[in-house]
């Protein structure tokens, strides 16, 4: 593909991201919300192609889609919420100023990134395992292990919390037994 059919192809990759990120805030149903997630998922993976990183974006689509999101349909469909239960519009005002806020941003963040950078040669191995690997491990390996403990405290901060909304917490605590 030549450079122009690349540009070209990042820039309708782009705002389909775009469009369906806006889409997974804005929808009122979660699982439109969900689907428009997997679509966003599926376009990570193809910005990833066109930066030629095939082993990310092979990880997008099994992680994230594959997984992850199966598992968040799955217990949206097993909640099935009815219309009464969604409460208010999901569009309010805060929300579209934020969302014309995201877009200023975005399409000045395109501008500056577009003028900016000249594109440059990928290395050698660009996306592959080994180079994926050694620069995880060495370079990013501060940034990888703070971010593995960030995760850690976000699943016990998650289930604390689901332990207190859900009053086993204090049931334990009251020697009783839900």
């Known amino acids: 593909?030549?450079?122009?059919?690349?540009?070209?192809?990042?820039?309708?990759?782009?705002?389909?991201?775009v469009v369906c990120s806006v889409g997974v805030i804005t929808a009122r149903h979660p699982l439109k919300s969900a689907i428009l997630l997997v679509i966003v998922f599926f376009d990570t993976a193809a910005a990833f192609l066109l930066l030629d990183a095939r082993l990310l974006a092979?990880?997008?689509?099994?992680?994230?889609?594959?997984?992850?999101?199966?598992?968040?349909?799955?217990?949206?469909?097993?909640?099935?919420l009815q219309p009464h239960d969604l409460g208010a519009p999901a569009i309010t005002p805060n929300k579209v100023v934020g969302i014309l806020v995201a877009v200023?941003?975005?399409?000045?963040?395109?501008?500056?990134g577009y003028n900016a950078f000249e594109p440059k040669p990928l290395p050698e191995g660009f996306g592959s395992v080994e180079q994926i690997s050694e620069s995880l491990y060495t370079q990013y390996a501060f940034a990888f292990e703070a971010l593995s403990l960030l995760l850690l405290i976000a699943i016990v901060g998650a289930v604390?919390?689901?332990n207190k909304r859900t009053g086993l917490v204090?049931?334990?605590?009251?020697?009783?037994?839900?």
Request: no cysteine; net charge neutral; hydrophobic share 65%.
């Open 104 to 112: 200023v941003l975005a399409v000045a963040g395109g501008l500056v």
């Open 58 to 80: 092979v990880l997008q689509v099994l992680v994230y889609a594959g997984a992850i999101m199966v598992f968040i349909l799955f217990v949206v469909m097993l909640i099935d």
């Open 170 to 178: 204090d049931a334990k605590r009251e020697g009783g037994s839900r």
């Open 1 to 17: 593909m030549t450079g122009l059919g690349i540009n070209l192809a990042f820039w309708i990759v782009a705002l389909v991201g």
């Open 160 to 162: 604390i919390y689901a």
